[in-house]
C-alpha cells in the first residue's frame, strides 16, 4: 500500500463510489429516462397531508409512478402526478390516499375501472377517495357514544314509569292468552294427536320386533352389566377410599370454595354500586359517562395528537454524502450530512466533517551524534529539528436554512465556527450555486467558499469549487468532488428490498 500513490487513491476512491452509485441506481430504479414518455395525470382532495414531491403511486401495490406538484385548488389540494405511459388507467378508475400500517408513510392507490376508455395525458381524476384520520375517527367515535348515553336514558325513563309498568303487565296477560289459545288449539286437533300417538305406537311395535329378532345380541350385553356394575362397585370403594384419606383437604377446599363464594358476592355488590355511581354521574368515568364537557375536552386532546402525528408525517429526512478532492493539496475531503425539513421552505442542516486541513503543531526533533566513540578526540553533537505537523480534524456543523423562492439562506455552525450561507437554485432544483463565509477572527481573513452542485439522476451529486480563497497564508483550494444523497423514501425502499431477499429461499 505504501507504493500507491495520491492519485492511485484517489482514482480507487472514485471508483468504489461510481460502482456503489451504479448499484444502488439499478436497485432503486428511478432513473429519471422514461419521464419523456411519462403521462401527467392529476387529482383533487380535501387534504393532501402526509404526501409530498416524490410520494409514490400505486397500481395493484407497485408503483408506476410519482408524485410531481402539489397546489391548491380553491380550499383543496391538487395532486399532480406522472405515471409510466405504458400504464393503461379506464377513464372511470378511483384514487386515494393510503398508508403503510397505522402512521407509517403515505402513497395514491389507484383502483381500475371497468371503462373501455383509458385516460390521456393530462386528464384529471374525478373519482376519489380522501384518507381518514384519527380525529374523524373519534369524532364519530364521540358521536357514539352520545347515542349509546341517549339510549340508555330513554330506556331508564321508559322503564321507570307507572305506564311501563302497566305495559308490562299487559305484555304477561297478552302472553297468558296465547297460552289459553294455544290448548284452544291442541283440542281442535285431538285427531292430529291421535294420529301422532298411533304413529308412536307403531315405533314402539317396531322397536319390539327388532328386540326379539336381536335377543341373543342384547343378553350378551346384558350379561356383560354384572362386569360393569362389579367394575363401578370397584371404583366408587377407591373412590371413597380416597375421600376418607383426603378428608381434610377436601374440607379446607369447600371452606374455600365457601370463602369465595362470599368474596364473589362482595364484589358484585362493589360492581353495582359502581355501576350505579357511575349512572349518578359521581367520580371520573360518571363524569366522563354523563358529561359531554368530558368528551369534548377528550376530542380536543386526540385532535392535538393527531396533529402532532400530521407534523412527523410531514418531516422529510434527506441523508448525505459528499467528497471534495483538493487538487492542488492532493487531499480528500469527506462530508456526512443529515438534513430534516418540517416544510418545504424549512431546514435543520447536520453535518459531520473530516477535514484534512486540521490542527497545526510543532514537533521538535533532538538528534545526538558521536564521533570517533571511545578515541582520545572523542566529539558529540547534537541537532534539534523542529518540524510543523498538521493532523486531520473532525469537524461538526448544526444550521438552520430558510428558502424564499429560488434563494436559501442559512446560518449556524459551519465546521465548528460560526458562519453564513446562500444557495440559489435553477433548473427546478437540479442546479445549485452556493457562497458560505465562517470564522471572522481578527488573525487571518474569513473562509470564503464558493461552489456549485449538480443533482444528476436521482441519487447522484456532482461538484466543484474553492474553498478559504482570500487566506492571506494559504493558496486557495480547488477542489471537484461527487457523491450520494438518499431521502426516507429511498431509505424505506432499500429496507423493504433486503427485507424480500432475506425472505426468499
Do not use: C
Not at 363401578?232 to 377436601?250: C, F, Q, T
Not at 349512572?279 to 402532532?308: C, F, P, R
Amino acid at each position: 500500500m505504501r507504493n500507491f500513490s495520491t492519485e492511485a487513491k484517489v482514482g480507487a476512491f472514485f471508483v468504489v463510489v461510481f460502482g456503489l452509485i451504479a448499484w444502488i441506481s439499478t436497485k432503486l430504479g428511478d432513473y429519471g429516462f422514461e419521464e419523456a414518455r411519462a403521462m401527467t395525470l392529476s387529482a383533487t382532495f380535501n387534504t393532501a397531508a402526509g404526501v409530498s414531491e416524490g410520494t409514490k403511486v400505486n397500481l395493484a401495490g407497485i408503483k408506476i409512478g410519482v408524485v410531481k406538484d402539489i397546489e391548491l385548488d380553491g380550499p383543496r389540494a391538487r395532486i399532480i402526478f406522472t405515471i409510466r405511459s405504458s400504464v393503461k388507467i379506464p377513464e372511470d378508475s378511483q384514487v386515494s390516499i393510503q398508508t403503510f400500517g397505522f402512521l407509517g408513510q403515505r402513497y395514491l392507490e389507484i383502483m381500475p375501472g371497468s371503462s373501455n376508455r383509458t385516460m390521456d395525458d393530462g386528464e384529471h381524476f374525478y373519482n376519489v377517495e380522501d384518507a381518514q384520520d384519527i380525529s374523524q375517527l373519534t369524532a364519530n367515535l364521540g358521536h357514539i357514544s352520545e347515542d349509546i348515553k341517549a339510549v340508555t336514558g330513554n330506556l331508564r325513563a321508559v322503564m321507570g314509569t307507572p305506564d311501563a309498568q302497566q305495559s308490562m303487565q299487559e305484555i304477561f296477560e297478552a302472553f297468558n292468552a296465547i297460552t289459553t289459545s294455544l290448548a284452544s288449539t291442541l283440542e281442535a286437533n285431538e285427531r292430529n294427536m291421535d294420529q301422532i300417538m298411533g304413529n308412536l305406537n307403531k315405533f314402539t311395535t317396531d322397536m319390539a320386533y327388532i328386540s326379539n329378532k336381536n335377543r341373543q345380541d342384547i343378553s350378551d350385553a346384558l350379561a356383560t352389566f354384572p362386569a360393569i356394575a362389579e367394575n363401578l362397585k370397584s371404583i366408587s370403594g377407591n373412590l371413597a377410599d380416597v375421600m376418607d384419606r383426603n378428608n381434610d383437604e377436601i374440607s379446607a377446599t369447600l371452606e374455600n370454595l365457601v370463602g369465595v363464594s362470599a368474596n364473589l358476592s362482595e364484589s358484585l355488590e362493589a360492581v353495582a354500586s359502581i355501576a350505579q355511581k357511575i349512572d349518578e354521574g359521581e367520580g371520573t368515568l360518571g363524569k366522563l359517562v354523563n358529561e359531554d364537557s368530558t368528551i369534548e375536552s377528550i376530542n380536543e386532546a386526540v385532535e392535538g395528537i393527531n396533529d402532532y402525528v400530521q407534523k412527523l408525517r410531514r418531516l422529510q429526512a434527506e441523508v448525505r454524502y459528499r467528497g471534495e478532492y483538493h487538487i492542488e493539496q492532493g487531499e480528500v475531503k469527506s462530508i456526512f450530512s443529515l438534513n430534516l425539513k418540517p416544510n418545504f421552505d424549512k431546514t435543520y442542516m447536520f453535518s459531520l466533517v473530516d477535514s484534512p486541513v486540521g490542527r497545526s503543531r510543532e514537533v521538535t526533533t533532538v538528534t545526538e551524534t558521536t564521533r570517533d566513540p571511545g578515541a582520545a578526540d572523542e566529539d558529540q553533537s547534537t541537532k534539534r529539528e523542529v518540524k510543523e505537523v498538521r493532523t486531520d480534524e473532525l469537524l461538526f456543523s448544526a444550521q438552520f436554512a430558510k428558502r424564499w423562492y429560488d434563494f436559501q439562506f442559512r446560518a449556524g455552525i459551519i465546521e465548528n465556527k460560526g458562519g453564513v450561507g446562500v444557495e440559489y437554485f435553477l433548473f427546478d432544483d437540479h442546479l445549485a450555486l452556493s457562497f458560505e463565509a465562517r470564522d471572522f477572527s481578527d488573525d487571518n481573513n474569513p473562509i470564503l467558499k464558493a461552489y456549485a452542485t449538480g443533482f444528476v439522476f436521482d441519487h447522484f451529486l456532482i461538484t466543484a469549487g474553492v474553498d478559504d480563497f482570500v487566506n492571506r497564508y494559504d493558496d486557495p483550494r480547488y477542489f471537484v468532488g461527487a457523491g450520494l444523497y438518499f431521502n426516507d423514501n429511498d431509505i424505506a425502499s432499500i429496507a423493504s428490498l433486503g427485507a424480500v431477499r432475506g425472505a426468499s429461499p
